[in-house]
């Protein structure tokens, strides 16, 4: 099914807060996300939630208070990212665990120390978790401008049979 809509996904609260001197606390997070749906944004990426108790505190305020956009909380294709993600996200009417895992080889070879074969079963493995606890599962190819476009393509329709409803190849 094709859409006409364009949907604003705003990740400020995630990757906006990794820029210098852009640091928020709970109640400021919160603040920035009931503004982000007064402005009618579509998906609220509430932050990172194993990275610290903060960030899991504010994406469990933001899901819990925030009605209307969908709620996403991103994690690492690691079983203890999906269920920090999932345990902040469980109280929003509209979860989303956003889930991420490079794909290029230099990222495979130099960051992960894994192959292909590894990272495609890896992250297939990890959508799979991720919709056995939330319905609306997203996946991000990491580093996906520099990997191999054939295998790109293997590792997303890997993930979206794993049960992955929206891909962002960014």
């Given at each position: 099914?094709?859409?006409?809509?364009?949907?604003?996904?705003?990740?400020?609260?995630?990757?906006?807060?990794?820029?210098?001197?852009?640091?928020?606390?709970?109640?400021?997070?919160?603040?920035?996300?009931?503004?982000?749906?007064?402005?009618?944004?579509?998906?609220?990426?509430?932050?990172?939630?194993?990275?610290?108790?903060?960030?899991?505190?504010?994406?469990?305020?933001?899901?819990?208070?925030?009605?209307?956009?969908?709620?996403?909380?991103?994690?690492?294709?690691?079983?203890?990212?999906?269920?920090?993600?999932?345990?902040?996200?469980?109280?929003?009417?509209?979860?989303?665990?956003?889930?991420?895992?490079?794909?290029?080889?230099?990222?495979?070879?130099?960051?992960?120390?894994?192959?292909?074969?590894e990272a495609l079963r890896k992250a297939a493995e990890m959508v799979a978790y991720a919709h056995s606890?939330?319905?609306?599962?997203?996946?991000?190819?990491?580093?996906?401008t520099r990997s191999d476009p054939s295998y790109l393509c293997d590792v997303l329709q890997a993930v979206?049979?794993?049960?992955?409803?929206?891909?962002?190849i960014c």
């Amino acid at each position: 099914m094709v859409r006409d809509k364009l949907l604003i996904f705003d990740t400020s609260l995630r990757d906006g807060e990794q820029s210098p001197g852009c640091s928020m606390n709970v109640k400021e997070k919160l603040l920035l996300a009931r503004k982000l749906q007064l402005l009618g944004v579509d998906i609220i990426e509430a932050g990172f939630p194993v990275a610290s108790p903060g960030d899991a505190e504010a994406v469990r305020l933001i899901a819990s208070e925030i009605e209307g956009p969908i709620i996403a909380a991103f994690a690492r294709c690691t079983e203890k990212d999906i269920r920090a993600a999932w345990k902040a996200l469980s109280r929003s009417s509209r979860p989303r665990i956003h889930t991420c895992l490079s794909t290029s080889d230099i990222h495979l070879t130099f960051d992960l120390k894994i192959g292909r074969e590894e990272a495609l079963r890896k992250a297939a493995e990890m959508v799979a978790y991720a919709h056995s606890l939330c319905a609306d599962v997203e996946f991000s190819p990491q580093d996906a401008t520099r990997s191999d476009p054939s295998y790109l393509c293997d590792v997303l329709q890997a993930v979206v049979e794993a049960g992955a409803t929206t891909l962002n190849i960014c």
